[in-house]
């Protein structure tokens, strides 16, 4: 089977993801234990006692480990992707998929990618909001009349009715007044910890670049889709240059589905915790299946589907 990879990004993470995988898997154990990290990482994924997993700079380490673990196990199990895009923060596990950089340095730069982050969102005023049942053109509208107040954009295109807008708390509460008004269904504030993907994360992409620096990547073994294109990659751009530009502008995820959709796949496998990417790809590419993987029972699920493909 030709599949495609899609890496779950931050707000799908929970205690006790991966507990059951650490248990019944040794590669998957392999990962969590080889984690960098200045805090106990197997802690907060599968107990969380002190209440900080949806705090950026713990969040991304635990899923990213979660990821590489699961694409691991897959990989033992003979089950791999043709082609591999991920939500924000899954991009670097879908890199990781491709071969750019190994497990432990995903984690590593994705605990750095939080901090900076964090810090990027300190003091500020902000916030971000699902602005569903409206199209791109009248909510980028509102956001444009909007702008008066603040810096707000369309930080993420998620599937046909879902879009989220983020940036200054004052603009950004307006432009989703306007997009009711211009017939917008519902707009949902949602519990984030800054204005991710807006310019206000420029900090940010200024800590990565001179980080990056010193990091070595390695060329894909495989097509990765890349949010701030919703395609692959040209020749006159460096995978560091993209994530470097992704933490502050729109994550093009319904682009990066409808891509993936004609690469001549035959599913996707959305890679969890969650399956928040599936119910994407069921609104953006309805005949496209897709297959959520985050537990023993669903990686079971899925290597049978695969093999009995084959047969």
Avoid at 34 to 39: E, G
Avoid at 157 to 166: A, D, E, R, S, T
Avoid at 215 to 237: E, H, M, R, S, Y
Wanted: aromatic share 6%; proline share 5%.
């Amino acid at each position: 089977m030709k599949l495609g990879f899609l890496y779950a990004g931050q707000g799908s993470q929970h205690p006790g993801m991966g507990a059951d995988l650490y248990e019944a898997y040794p590669a998957f154990r392999a990962v969590i234990d080889s984690a960098q990290v200045d805090f106990d990482l197997k802690e907060v994924s599968f107990t969380d006692s002190q209440g900080v997993i949806n705090q950026t700079r713990y969040t991304q380490p635990c899923m990213v480990a979660f990821a590489a673990g699961l694409t691991a196990v897959l990989r033992e199990q003979g089950v791999t992707p043709a082609v591999a895009a991920g939500l924000s923060l899954g991009e670097y596990s879908a890199l990781h998929a491709a071969g750019v950089f190994d497990a432990a340095q995903a984690v590593k730069l994705v605990a750095f990618r939080g901090k900076a982050m964090e810090e990027a969102a300190a003091g500020r005023e902000s916030a971000m909001i699902a602005v569903l049942g409206l199209d791109r053109a009248p909510l980028q509208e509102a956001c444009e009349e909007a702008g008066s107040l603040g810096c707000v954009v369309i930080a993420n295109y998620n599937c046909p009715g879902q879009l989220v807008i983020g940036g200054e708390k004052a603009a950004v509460e307006k432009a989703a007044a306007l997009a009711k008004e211009k017939g917008a269904k519902r707009c949902l504030p949602l519990k984030v910890s800054g204005p991710f993907h807006t310019p206000l994360m420029a900090p940010a992409g200024a800590a990565l670049e001179e980080y990056f620096r010193s990091v070595t990547f390695a060329q894909p073994q495989i097509p990765v889709i890349f949010n701030c294109l919703g395609d692959v990659k040209g020749d006159g751009v460096t995978i560091p240059e993209l994530l470097v530009r992704q933490v502050q502008s729109s994550v093009f995820m319904e682009d990066s589905i409808r891509k993936m959709a004609a690469m001549g796949l035959d599913a996707l496998v959305e890679i969890g915790p969650g399956k928040a990417l599936s119910g994407f790809v069921k609104k953006t590419v309805p005949d496209m299946p897709v297959h959520a993987v985050e537990t023993v029972a669903d990686v079971e699920a899925l290597v049978r589907m695969v093999k009995e493909e084959q047969v």
